[in-house]
């Protein structure tokens, strides 16, 4: 699914990803650095996106274009905080779950996959999330969060209390 449209072309965007991905980044140009307190993996990509994955995160990168860096992460379990370059990245960047897609241009955001749910918290900017490609979508924007179960029900967008997002944000040592 592709929000395009849907975002301010100004902004950054953060999500978060896996570490078994790693050896797929060479395969879009993408830099790992180990960092730790908590240890984490961060991937440095040449078209403007940089990844951190939490310490057995479990996702892979997507190159649909075959230009420099990935377009979109696949995340199967656990998080990720992404970083993206205001028009690094054409039509916006992606992080597919088994539960939803999150779609966004500018922002910094956190993706977390746990339980068969699937959780997007927004820290700056905005975020399009939906549960499938056609699907209805809602808008985050600064402190808000969405939990997707598998479903037909409305997604319900609500503000993120401060426990909460500091226990999530703690995971990347933030």
């Known amino acids: 699914m592709h929000l395009k449209g849907l975002w301010p072309a100004s902004g950054a965007v953060c999500i978060f990803l ?5 050896a797929q980044s060479n395969s879009v140009g993408c830099r790992a650095e180990t960092l730790h307190d ?34 979109a992460v696949r995340l199967e379990g656990q998080a990720l905080m ?4 205001p028009g690094a990245v054409e039509g916006g960047f992606e992080v597919i779950t088994p539960q939803a897609i999150a779609a966004v241009r500018g922002t910094k ?18 975020v399009a999330v939906s549960r ?30 401060a426990a909460r997002v500091a226990a999530l944000l703690a995971r990347f040592g933030e």
């Open 132 to 161: 499938e490609a056609g699907a209805p979508v809602v808008e985050l924007g600064h402190g808000d969060g969405v939990d997707v179960e598998t479903g037909t029900e409305p997604l319900a967008v609500r503000q993120w209390g």
């Open 109 to 126: 955001w956190a993706v977390d996959v746990v339980n068969g749910k699937t959780s997007v918290f927004v820290a700056e900017g905005r």
């Open 82 to 85: 992404l970083e993206v370059t």
């Open 38 to 71: 908590p240890e984490r993996t961060a991937l440095t990509c040449p078209n403007g996106v940089r990844i951190v994955a939490e310490d057995g995160t479990r996702f892979s990168l997507v190159d649909r274009t075959a230009a420099e860096g990935p377009e």
């Open 18 to 22: 896996t570490v078994s991905a790693l």
